[in-house]
T-cell receptor, first 116, second 117 residues
């Protein structure tokens, strides 16, 4: 079946512009996660959705970052007034409901963001 | 303190040999899960194996096995019969199931494995 998809795969933008990153989770997966992977760093948790609700936004680095999820499916991560330090790979993951969801998170291919 | 420590920035192994990638973790939560992911140069994170803190047996998935030593807080990944396609970055991660944060994974910094022909 189809895995987690993300778009765009690559994004180059100028400092100060806004960007939107999209994630389409695996069908039926109720939980959705955003992570960020900066050059030479591990993965950093950003935000988690259960259905359309985001119980924990504490991983978002600043108020320039926001995310929403509609219809319990697609999620959009928005970065306003981008800065060069926002350059990273943004990874989305999803997991199924119940106990199975505790045992794995399936990741998408990521969006590589470069802020010039 | 780091929750996940991977002490080997890079490892080399000869094709067809076995290799062990180290991972130690730090948690006071009695219920947790440990994960290994593979990230090839293409960038996608591929789930390999999961071990629950209450699981009695070490997890195995094909050529991957997890050497879980609870008292030592280690969860090493063993890859048997290495293949050239195993060359990638490998990440160890933990999920703590209590305290209201039983969803996010905390990752180590990774180990870059190179399989030589």
């Amino acid at each position: 079946g189809a895995g987690v998809s993300q778009s765009p795969s690559n994004k180059v933008t100028e400092k100060g512009k806004d960007v939107e990153l999209r994630c389409d989770p695996i069908s039926g997966h109720t939980a959705l996660y955003w992570y960020r992977q900066s050059l030479g760093q591990g993965l950093e948790f950003l935000i988690y959705f259960q259905g359309n609700s985001a119980p924990d936004k504490s991983g978002l680095p600043s108020d320039r970052f926001s995310a929403e999820r509609t219809g319990g499916s697609v999620s959009t991560l928005t970065i306003q007034r981008t800065q060069q330090e926002d350059s990273a790979v943004y990874l989305c993951a999803s997991s199924p409901p119940g106990l199975a969801g505790l045992k794995t998170q399936y990741f998408g291919p990521g969006t590589r963001l470069l802020v010039l | 303190a780091q929750k996940i420590t991977q002490t080997q920035p890079g490892m080399f192994v000869q094709e067809k040999e076995a290799v062990t990638l180290d991972c130690t973790y730090d948690t006071s939560d009695p219920s947790y899960g440990l994960f290994w992911y593979k990230q090839p140069s293409s960038g996608e994170m591929i789930f390999l194996i999961y071990q629950g803190s209450y699981d009695q047996q070490n997890a195995t998935e094909g050529r991957y096995s997890l050497n879980f030593q609870k008292a030592r807080k280690s969860a090493n990944l063993v890859i048997s019969a290495s293949q050239l396609g195993d060359s990638a970055m490998y990440f160890c991660a933990m999920r703590e199931n209590s305290g209201g944060s039983n969803y996010k994974l905390t990752f180590g910094k990774g180990t870059l494995l190179t399989v030589n022909p």
